[in-house]
């Protein structure tokens, strides 16, 4: 699993993630008109698919329509940022900075309350699936193997809080989460601490102590925001 994507397939999600990613990555800046016929023409596809995806893209805010004017690309203010697929996009050609450290200050204030809260209502086999994800992530050889443990640990925790507002961050956490791990990886952050990091949420949450389990999310977290900021300065100064 690397970066998760869009879920859309065929002729119309083509289209859509095309749009859509040029629209979220700047190539196509507010203001730009899209033209249905070029369009049309571009991909291939009927006027109906065209007019589908435009409706789709003004539902999350990225386009909108004037008489006279035709469709054009909105302001930036006007995108619904908390749309999966607009996450997705944002991360489409590399790791979207501000989306990795914005969403890095919201875990903070969300999933350390998580972890509290699961303390005491997780299932036992909840308690075993984000131990087996340490786990897993100890012993995976790949980035994406330990991109996929980290993202069970974290998805579990928010199920077992037994909030179902919370369990519903993880459509605003998954996008990314991945994308973070991979770049972290791939440039080999982690390591030792990082997995004591994690176990020590695991084992807190074990003992079926609320606090412990808060103050070990919390510094996991302000952790990895750190190393996320770290991160993003060397590979910006290597730009």
Known sequence: MT???????????????????????????????????????????????????????????LIGARPGFGTFVQERSSWNLL???????????????????ELGQVRILVEPFAARLAAASATPAQLEQIAAAV????????????????????????RASGNELLERFQVLLLPALGARDVMMLA?????MSYLAQHRAVSDALAARDPQASEAAMRTLLELALEDTQAELRTLSAQE
């Not at 440039?187 to 390591?191: A, E, L, P, S």
């Open 3 to 61: 970066t998760p994507a869009p879920t859309h397939r065929g002729l119309h999600g083509t289209v859509l993630n095309a749009l859509g990613s040029r629209i979220v990555s700047g190539k196509l800046t507010p203001g730009s008109t899209l033209d249905l016929e070029q369009t049309q023409s571009e991909f291939a596809v009927s006027r109906t698919v065209v007019r589908e995806v435009l409706r789709e893209l003004a539902a999350k805010g």
């Open 83 to 101: 749309d999966v697929d607009v996450m997705a996009w944002r991360n489409a050609d590399g790791p979207d900075p501000r989306l990795l450290i």
């Open 135 to 158: 786990d897993d992530m100890a012993a995976s050889a790949s980035v994406d193997d330990t991109t996929n443990a980290d993202i069970t640990f974290h998805m579990t925790i928010l």
């Open 187 to 191: 440039h080999d952050q982690g390591g």
